[in-house]
């Protein structure tokens, strides 16, 4: 007998949300190092860049919840 091919899982909102989140992040300090390697400023990319961390501690959570299921 063959085993019933397993359906994708789609990813959840949450874990949707915390990918853009890191990506938004990752953009905001590929820009603080473009602007500083031109001799610019932004200090609101500071807090921007944020995102990265929030993502991905997101990204995990949602991860591991759903890996408990």
Do not use: E
Not at 16 to 27: K, N, P, R, S
Not at 34 to 54: C, I, K, N, T, Y
Request: no cysteine; net charge positive; charged share 15%.
């Amino acid at each position: 007998m063959t085993v019933p091919a397993r359906r994708a899982a789609r990813p959840s909102r949450v874990f949707t949300t915390a990918l853009v989140l890191f990506a938004v992040g990752l953009l905001a300090v590929v820009a603080i190092f473009v602007l500083a390697a031109v001799d610019r400023q932004a200090p609101w990319l500071w807090g921007v860049s944020m995102a990265l961390p929030l993502g991905l501690v997101l990204a995990v959570v949602s991860t591991v919840r759903t890996g408990r299921r």
